[in-house]
């Protein structure tokens, strides 16, 4: 199998996901030919097994972006044991093929970081861009026209937040957030709808807020005229409430990851 077959690993706080990338393409950024959710806190190493069965056992190089030391560690120890011929690479900010205008790139979270070496396979050349990633935690990212990482915002996810409602009251239920895959209503009849309500929408305009402010906070900023693109999990929704510039990359982070393999390939 040719060194540009690959697995991109996204290792978040809350899952894990795989892509298998066939090769480069030409233009904007590349889709896996198929890919594997696997929850952070259990994961089955059967259901990679049988998600490489087509494979033929041929050796691939894994490319890793993690914020989550033990999922990694895990999959590193699983690798070890089960598919030896196999090549690892663990991703660090150096490796990626982006200017980080920050005194430390390396306590940036490399997952902000690959999602920002994709958007800029995106976006336009002379426009800046924002990158919204809707997960376990919600970032904002901003990009310079010249295709630098400025740094951003992080504020709690809709889970994370409906945990902090639940476990810090005594009366209010633990929201599932998962649920929340379509705008709820946001006038709340009762506590629950209240509360998804909240947590929605008050996501919604946090980001919202975001994406005015970013922008003017860089030299020589000003609102508006930057490209956004939006992933993770409840993005797509999100999306569709932002405007037509607005647009939902579902596969964005770990083409940041396949695009920085292919870039660090002889």
Known sequence: MSH???????????????????????????????????????????QISRWLADEGGQPLAWWIASVSRPATTWLIDWLGAHRRRDRITLLASGDLPLVVRLERP???????LVDAVAANRLRQSDRAALIVDVGTAITVDLLSADGAFCGGAILPG????????????????????????????ALGAATVPAMESGLFWGAVG?????????????????????????????????????????????????????????????
């Not at 795989?18 to 952070?40: S, W």
């Not at 390396?106 to 902000?112: P, Q, T």
């Not at 476990?167 to 709820?184: I, N, Q």
């Open 158 to 185: 809709i889970q994370m937040s409906a945990r902090a409602l639940h476990e810090f009251t005594d009366l209010l239920p633990l929201v599932d957030a998962a649920e929340l895959t379509e705008p709820p209503p």
């Open 4 to 46: 540009r077959w690959l697995v991109a690993v996204d290792i978040g706080n809350a899952r894990i996901k795989l892509g298998l990338f066939a090769g480069e393409c030409a233009a904007g950024i590349p889709e896996p030919v198929r890919t594997l959710p696997l929850p952070d806190d259990a994961p089955e190493p059967e």
């Open 106 to 112: 390396d306590m940036v979270g490399i997952d902000r």
């Open 206 to 266: 946090a980001i919202r807020q975001l994406i005015d402010e970013l922008p003017k906070a860089a030299p020589g900023g000003r609102a508006g005229g930057a490209q956004v693109f939006l992933t993770g999990g409840a993005a797509e929704s999100v999306a569709a409430l932002l405007g037509r510039e607005a647009r939902y990359v579902p596969n964005l982070t770990l083409a940041g990851i396949a695009l920085t393999a292919w870039e660090n390939t002889p």
